[in-house]
């Protein structure tokens, strides 16, 4: 069985930890195929005035690119949040076979971010995804990252 | 009360087509504000390598480089095929009021695409979202481009 590894969700911590610091919002994402990392990336929706560039977005478009590929099959993707709707669905359609996320929708919603209810299971469910979800992933270290990202003077939410 | 206007769907069905014949998936949205046109694109994931580029993710990211702004409140999308869950978040991401679409989730299914099931509907009362929603507008012309797209012989599914 997929056994999730640390150092990767702590990739996808420190390059949401540099989107603070950039002025982006507090979500990282990395993408790894056989142990490799592809990409890690974090949202850059202000950076580049796109609405749909959240972190996992963000990391599909540039594995695509690196990977000359449309099809990720055999990635799995680390994000330090739960993946919101729009995201679940990227990765479903890159075939990514697995989602290791940190905090969830749930944590976002209660450091006052907005977000559409509709969890990763429930998107799994309805939509009949294959999709591997392994929730909770160094949760703590994650939800963290909100409260960093919330201490800035000059943060921009949206 | 808001009456979807036949003119913009016309112009995203063409897009469509445009799009049928560039080698793309037969998909297009128009977004328009105070009835004026802000963009008209279709799908280009085969064109630019970026599994997230359907027609109206893609119009998304058009249309706030050219506001030069994250947030589209005040806009209309007529997309020829119901918004897929991706698409359906990135219009309620980008504060866009109203969707109007032709064929249905159900219908691109029928016509051979891989969906994940889960309609609009759906989405906006699981995951509480305010946008409007305008199904089967101009629903047969809409389906007729999936025909239009299967009998190219050089068509590439995903």
Chains 1, 2 share one sequence.
């Not at 994402?29 to 056989?34: M, Q, R």
């Amino acid at each position: 069985m997929f056994q999730p590894n640390e150092k990767f969700m702590r990739l996808a911590i420190e390059k949401a930890r540099e989107g603070i610091k950039a002025g982006q919002t507090p979500f990282g994402a990395c993408i790894v195929k056989d142990d490799k990392v592809i990409c890690t990336e974090h949202n850059v929706v202000w950076d580049t005035t796109d609405i749909t560039a959240h972190g996992e977005v963000n990391a599909i478009r540039v594995a695509c690119k690196k990977m000359d590929a449309i099809d990720l099959t055999g990635c799995q993707i680390y994000s330090t949040c739960e993946p919101c709707p729009m995201c679940f669905s990227a990765i479903h359609w890159a075939k990514i076979d697995t989602i290791i996320f940190g905090a969830s929708i749930q944590d976002a919603s209660d450091a006052g971010f907005n977000e559409l209810y509709i969890n990763n299971q429930q998107m799994k469910e309805i939509g009949k995804s294959p999709l591997t979800i392994i929730p909770n992933f160094m949760q703590d270290e994650c939800i963290e990252l909100f409260s960093e990202w919330g201490s800035q003077l000059d943060k921009k939410a949206y």
